[in-house]
């Protein structure tokens, strides 16, 4: 096809989306003024109208990019040992720059630049990940309620951990063997879960969830009863603490592929962001559009999957960021998959930033489980957009 054509197609493709989701959300607007039934899971999550203009969301994201850095300078320089902010810059530009710093500095140097920098930036690099995989996940099932470890792909992720910490295998990784064995763990259990999903070749949303919470479930089972089995006391506290997840073993040699996966996968799902606004309208009116739904949440699958095995195994399982960020960030920019996909991944980043800091400190010299500040945090914040009434859930 010429590249004119291809190039009109695409426009014509937009137009007719956009004339779907505005019949869509008017359609929703009124049901929800005659009709005070309770909303109906598995259909896609779309806010009620379209909250901001282009404009608003890029000066909203110029706004998020602004609060990061701050946020991330100000991470690195709290903790037990308080560095004000304009110490942390000298001493981070002295390590970028490759600068002199005096002896006097060095163990506040060795503070800054070797424990909290690769931490705080760990930290924003898995929010990220985390709440963009939430956007996708939740089109890719059709149902508000997923987050991206619905699918099994934690628990996996989890017993893979599990078996490298208690039986000591990958240990010629040596400090990435704790992450290889998450990682290829979640793997498994996408793969598990797409091969038990499938039926005649198609791919359901329904089908997905139903499976991949009954492969969670069962994979939970093996990774306890691992646990249970394990021959001394320190490798189940080590396991139990992974597993409500934490930045305390961050390091910079974590970073590197860290940053490149959860970079390359928000990019790619930017960029798949027509797709998924398609696919949330139906299998029906994907199909008449042009886009193969099945194919597409192939697709979606193995990406979330590649995204959530890296960040969970960096940083252990971490809930309600996949599944707040999304509905927070649908509040401010509309249900546009391409804004959406935009904003939650500063707001992700943004928000586990602070999470960390406050796990960190609130308890010093002790830390808090991180997954337990991000439900302590979550679950109010669920539950009061859930009695928003100008919010829709399920798409009603």
């Known amino acids: 096809m010429p590249q004119r054509t291809r190039k009109t197609h695409r426009i014509q493709q937009t137009q007719?989306?956009?004339?779907?989701?505005?019949?869509?959300?008017?359609?929703?607007?009124?049901?929800?003024?005659?009709?005070d039934a309770?909303?109906?899971?598995?259909t896609a999550p779309h806010a009620s109208r379209i909250a901001a203009g282009p404009a608003a969301v890029t000066v909203l994201a110029a706004g998020l990019c602004a609060a990061l850095a701050l946020s991330v300078l100000l991470a690195i320089g709290l903790g037990p040992a308080a560095i004000g902010p304009g110490d942390t810059a000298r001493h981070l530009w002295a390590a970028l720059t490759g600068g002199v710093v005096p002896a006097a500095d060095v163990p506040e140097y060795q503070i800054i630049w070797e424990i909290r920098t690769p931490r705080v930036l760990l930290a924003a690099l898995v929010g990220a990940g985390l709440s963009a995989v939430g956007v996708a996940v939740q089109a890719l099932v059709r149902n508000a309620l997923a987050?991206?470890?619905?699918?099994?792909?934690?628990?996996?992720?989890?017993?893979?951990?599990?078996?490298?910490?208690?039986?000591?295998?990958?240990?010629?990784?040596?400090?990435?063997?704790?992450?290889?064995?998450?990682?290829?763990?979640?793997?498994l259990s996408a793969v598990l879960v797409h091969l038990a999903a499938v039926r005649g070749g198609g791919l359901s949303p329904l089908r997905l969830v139903l499976t991949g919470v009954t492969v969670s479930f069962g994979l939970q089972a093996v990774m306890s009863l691992i646990v249970y089995l394990a021959p001394d006391s320190e490798s189940t506290s080590t396991?139990?603490?992974?597993?409500?997840?934490?930045?305390?073993?961050?390091?910079?040699?974590?970073?590197?592929?860290?940053?490149?996966?959860?970079?390359?996968?928000?990019?790619?799902?930017?960029?798949?962001?027509?797709?998924?606004?398609?696919?949330?309208?139906?299998?029906?009116?994907?199909?008449?559009?042009?886009?193969?739904?099945?194919?597409?949440?192939?697709?979606?699958?193995?990406?979330?999957?590649?995204?959530?095995?890296?960040?969970?195994?960096a940083s252990g399982a971490i809930s309600f960021v996949g599944l707040v960020v999304p509905h927070v960030t649908r509040l401010l920019v509309g249900a546009v998959h391409a804004r959406?996909?935009?904003?939650?991944?500063?707001?992700?980043?943004?928000?586990?930033?602070?999470?960390?800091?406050?796990?960190?400190?609130?308890?010093?010299?002790?830390?808090l489980p991180l997954g337990v500040i991000t439900a302590l945090i979550g679950v109010p914040v669920f539950i009061a957009l859930m009695r928003r009434g100008t919010y829709a859930f399920g798409g009603h």
Request: aromatic residues 6%.
């Open 239 to 313: 396991v139990l603490y992974w597993t409500m997840g934490g930045f305390g073993a961050a390091s910079w040699s974590a970073l590197p592929v860290v940053a490149v996966v959860v970079a390359a996968g928000v990019a790619v799902l930017h960029r798949m962001g027509q797709g998924l606004d398609v696919l949330a309208l139906g299998d029906e009116t994907a199909a008449s559009l042009g886009v193969a739904p099945d194919a597409y949440r192939r697709r979606l699958l193995l990406l979330a999957s590649l995204i959530t095995g890296v960040t969970v195994a």
């Open 38 to 42: 309770p909303p109906e899971r598995g």
């Open 16 to 35: 007719q989306i956009q004339q779907i989701q505005q019949t869509h959300q008017a359609q929703q607007a009124q049901d929800s003024r005659t009709n």
């Open 340 to 367: 959406v996909l935009l904003i939650a991944p500063l707001a992700g980043a943004l928000f586990m930033v602070w999470a960390d800091l406050l796990a960190r400190t609130l308890a010093a010299p002790r830390e």
């Open 147 to 187: 987050d991206p470890f619905v699918l099994g792909i934690s628990s996996g992720a989890s017993v893979g951990a599990v078996s490298v910490t208690v039986t000591g295998g990958l240990a010629g990784l040596g400090l990435h063997a704790m992450s290889a064995g998450a990682f290829a763990g979640a793997l």
